[in-house]
């Protein structure tokens, strides 16, 4: 692929990244702002921005949009971002399989309690289906 392809399409991949990233962030913003990471805004500047929504654990659906969505764009945005870096030494092949692996091995820790947070498979679902949808990109990458 000539240079300048090449530099149009990482910044298409950058760009799609940082969207799946600030797509996954309004959720949080918009309807789940007693995350931690949040703590850091003001919660007067929460109250103005915050959309109200029925129970979660109500309606499965609204679970899935509001709990897993959120996490299945980061790690889309995580894959298609750790995409754009690999090369074909092996360092760059490894880090993609780490990024592959790294939320079930998130998800399983808090399983088996070694580090906090609530085990969900709601999430393993949602990010095996991101991972199946990513692995011919990742066949791709890794073995060209």
């Given at each position: 692929m000539?240079?300048?392809?090449?530099r149009?399409?990482?910044?298409?991949?950058?760009?799609?990244?940082i969207?799946?990233l600030?797509a996954g962030?309004?959720?949080y913003l918009?309807?789940r702002q007693k995350v931690l990471?949040?703590?850091w805004?003001s919660?007067?500047?929460?109250a103005?921005i915050?959309?109200?929504?029925p129970?979660p654990?109500s309606?499965?659906l609204i679970?899935?949009l509001?709990?897993?969505f959120?996490?299945?764009?980061?790690?889309a945005?995580l894959?298609?971002?750790?995409?754009?870096?690999?090369?074909?030494e092996?360092?760059?092949?490894?880090?993609?399989?780490?990024?592959?692996?790294l939320?079930f091995?998130?998800e399983?820790?808090?399983l088996?309690?070694?580090?906090p947070?609530?085990?969900?498979?709601?999430d393993?679902?949602?990010?095996?289906?991101?991972l199946?949808l990513?692995?011919?990109?990742?066949?791709?990458l890794?073995?060209?």
């Open positions: 000539n240079p300048t392809k090449q149009r399409k990482s910044g298409l991949v950058l760009h799609i990244g969207f799946l600030l962030s309004s959720i918009l309807f990471f949040l703590s805004i919660p007067d500047i929460l103005l915050h959309v109200s929504t129970e654990n309606n499965i679970y899935m509001l709990y897993c959120p996490d299945g764009l980061w790690y945005a894959l298609i971002l750790q995409s754009s870096l690999v090369n074909q092996k360092t760059g092949k490894i880090m993609l399989l780490l990024s592959m692996l939320p091995m998130l399983f820790a808090q088996f309690e070694l580090i947070g609530t085990f969900d498979c709601y393993l679902i949602t990010y095996l289906i991101i199946i990513f692995i011919p990109c990742a066949k791709k890794l073995f060209n």
